[in-house]
């Protein structure tokens, strides 16, 4: 049985890897799990980077579509037990990529947004989650 703590660290590492799909992430993703996986051994590295640009293709096909998500964690998940299960002493590799996929995300993303906002009559709009963004609204007759 995977001790606990190697379990949640293996949860950890299949969220982290599916969350870097279609990111600036994803490059960082694939080399790290790659070499995780691939302990060395330079075939089943190149294995294990085709399972994951499958993962990224089948989850980027669907991306509105959690299920996917939950899917493709689930399956991460149970190979990365695998792995620590065998290789106990991958655990703290997979520490590292877990934090650095983790501050990639965060340095990327503000987080959930949920914005409600209401117009009437000529009043204009500008909503952004996060970013830089410029905006110019032009006076009548589409002057600026």
């Known amino acids: 049985m995977l001790a606990e703590a190697l379990s949640a660290l293996a949860g950890a590492g299949g969220t982290a890897l599916v ?8 490059q960082l993703a694939k080399r790290g799990f790659s070499q995780l ?17 499958r993962t990224n293709s089948v989850v980027g096909a669907a991306v509105q ?6 899917e493709q964690q689930a399956a991460w998940t149970a190979r990365l037990e695998d792995l620590l299960s065998d290789h106990p002493e991958a655990a703290e590799e997979l520490q590292t990529l ?8 965060g340095a990327r993303s ?8 209401v117009a ?11 970013g830089q963004q410029t905006n110019l609204f032009s006076g009548r007759g589409g002057q600026a």
């Open 98 to 105: 877990v934090e650095q996929l983790t501050q990639a995300a």
């Open 37 to 53: 996986f691939g302990r060395g051994d330079q075939g089943r590295a190149a294995v294990i980077e085709g399972r994951l640009e």
């Open 120 to 130: 009437y009559d000529q009043a204009q709009q500008v909503v952004q989650g996060h």
């Open 65 to 70: 579509d959690e299920r996917v998500r939950l």
């Open 19 to 26: 969350g870097a799909v279609a990111t600036d992430s994803w």
């Open 110 to 117: 503000a987080g959930d947004v949920m914005q409600h906002a």
